[in-house]
């Protein structure tokens, strides 16, 4: 392990992962502020990554860290159908934090942001006594084709891209076993300890919104589908179908079984998992399935106050909540 | 005290003091990300406000650590010439935190960003052990008047918009003599807790820029000037004169005397202020005294690698940095 001495000794770390420059930036890294060059709508979004709230170093490596730190917002502007173009940094370090976790955490961010040829625009660095980031991510928006909450209407079609409840498996596997549940969860913990985006999905439904002047309403999954899909669907009901669970969530509820939740309502229950779940015009539901090969139908958005029924039945529990007592 | 029991109640102590609308939010708060309207380039700059790091509970209300979690950010745009539109916010609460705490933050914050007319765009809401803000803010840059480091050039003037010093006096009254300080140094303890960004003076200095095609450069002063002026003065060295103390630094160096710093040494090494230090052509200078009050002289830039001198002096000490021995 290498002491950090400086704060340049950080900023090196900085400039070898992420170029000062980039097309968009017309005043980069090391002003107080940067400058970003825009001429359309900006998306922006802000999320915490934080020890011990968001995650635990004893199964994070230092790149899982700085992967999944950003990849929460990336999903964010996914879900408004926007492209990601640079994000800022707040990062504060704990006492024990070496070069080697900065390297680390860098080079995970790096690995993300690469294929999107993300900017890193600046940030802030700090002492503090747990690791904790703070990410904001900007991108390019369609003024036509914002996706969002809210826009369901009753006969909509509900989908969902990607899997739910895996990621909610790898964090209890993670918890239990710690990285060596990696070998019998791969998929699981891979799940919760690096999502994947869902950019090129996010971008897809936000043409096709534009090209048929469609009504497409759609969010990311990060607190599970009984608290978010609420939000989605705004004062209306839905009829819904339990998702597939992946393979992986079988065994685990199976693992479990007499004592844990069944794997329909891991699915239910489960966040982190960071696909999306939208609603749609019926007659758009053909082209987004066929042209998405991991989205599902999951039912249809139902009239005022009927609530959200899983395979005829309201769910019991609702999601996750930091502040809430339980 | 009223604890808080969930995150929407937080969110309600928010939409109090926040519209949610807003003339350039084209989404707003509660999608997954806001979209800004923008038609030209924006500035954005991402600060940390930390408990222990950067304040205390035991002499900042409530009101003043969201007051100056926010002005620290403003003042980096006003750095560049910009003018602030919006913010986002990463929280972290505490576990004694209840909802006055959470009210008087928001206060705080709303008063300074009203005459703005400053928008609350987003962010995101944790537990954490200790009180962390995380504020990235948004504002219009003009492309041809963009001020920022590294523009002098020797013969360039230097010059100094506000006090330097009387924070670091502020801070260490406090420290010594928590809130009851505030009758003998009520100057240099506001200077600490509420320090006003220079917002008004960095537009002044951008059309100025732009009007005359001139040479400006421009930072705020968030280190102290033995700190922040070798980055805004690249390789050249520069010829100063100590600035003029505030009366209450007058005060406190003699109230210190054989134990401290003189006067003008604290106002060389004291940070957070966050006035304005600049250098521009000297043609230019006559015009920029003029016609902000609080503007002064404090030299002239010399040859490269000359070094800075302070009344003929180099200066003794380096700055803050958070991750130096020092």
Redesign the interface.
């Known amino acids: 392990m290498t002491p950090?001495?400086?704060?340049d000794?950080?900023l090196s770390v900085i400039d070898a992962h992420f170029p000062a420059e980039h097309p968009r930036l017309?005043?980069g890294r090391?002003?107080?502020?940067?400058?970003?060059?825009?001429?359309?709508?900006?998306?922006?979004?802000?999320?915490?990554f934080?020890e011990?709230?968001?995650f635990r170093r004893a199964y994070f490596s230092p790149r899982d860290i700085g992967w999944k730190g950003l990849a929460v917002n990336i999903?964010?502007?996914a879900?408004?159908g926007?492209k990601p173009v640079g994000f800022?940094?707040?990062?504060?370090?704990p006492p024990d934090a070496d070069l080697e976790l900065v390297d680390g955490l860098f080079a995970g961010m790096a690995e993300l942001a690469r294929p999107f040829n993300l900017s890193l625009?600046?940030?802030?660095?700090?002492?503090?006594?747990?690791l904790?980031l703070?990410v904001?991510?900007?991108?390019d928006?369609r003024?036509e084709a914002?996706l969002?909450?809210g826009r369901a209407r009753p006969g909509d079609s509900v989908f969902l891209i990607g899997q739910v409840g895996l990621a909610r498996v790898g964090l209890a596997v993670l918890e239990s076993m710690g990285r060596a549940g990696m070998e019998r969860y791969p998929s699981a913990c891979r799940a919760h300890l690096r999502p994947v985006p869902r950019v090129r999905e996010g971008l897809m439904l936000a043409e096709l919104m534009e090209a048929r002047r469609a009504r497409i309403g759609l969010?990311?999954v990060s607190d599970g589908l009984v608290r978010d899909l609420p939000r989605l669907l705004g004062r209306f009901g839905a009829d819904l179908a339990f998702p597939t669970p992946h393979p992986e969530c079988l065994a685990w509820a199976e693992e479990r079984k007499g004592g844990g939740l069944s794997a329909g309502e891991i699915c239910c229950l489960g966040g982190e998992d960071y696909g999306l779940v939208g609603t749609c015009e019926p007659s758009l539901i053909g082209d987004i399935v066929s042209s998405i090969p991991d989205c599902t139908v999951l039912g249809t958005v139902t009239g005022e106050g009927s609530g959200i029924l899983w395979d005829g039945r309201p769910a019991a529990s609702s999601g996750f909540?930091?502040?809430?007592?339980a």
Chains 1, 2 share one sequence.
Do not use: N, W, Y
């Not at 950090?4 to 704060?7: L, M, N, P, R």
């Not at 625009?121 to 747990?130: F, Q």
């Not at 904001?136 to 991108?139: A, K, Q, V």
């Not at 909540?321 to 007592?325: I, L, N």
């Open positions: 950090i001495s400086s704060e000794q950080i017309l005043l090391g002003d107080d502020c940067c400058v970003l060059a825009a001429d359309g709508p900006l998306a922006i979004s802000t999320d915490l934080l011990e709230a968001h999903s964010d502007l879900a408004a926007a800022s940094l707040g990062l504060a370090l625009t600046g940030g802030d660095l700090s002492r503090a006594e747990k904790h703070c904001t991510i900007f991108g928006a003024p914002m969002g909450r969010m990311d909540d930091h502040f809430s007592k």
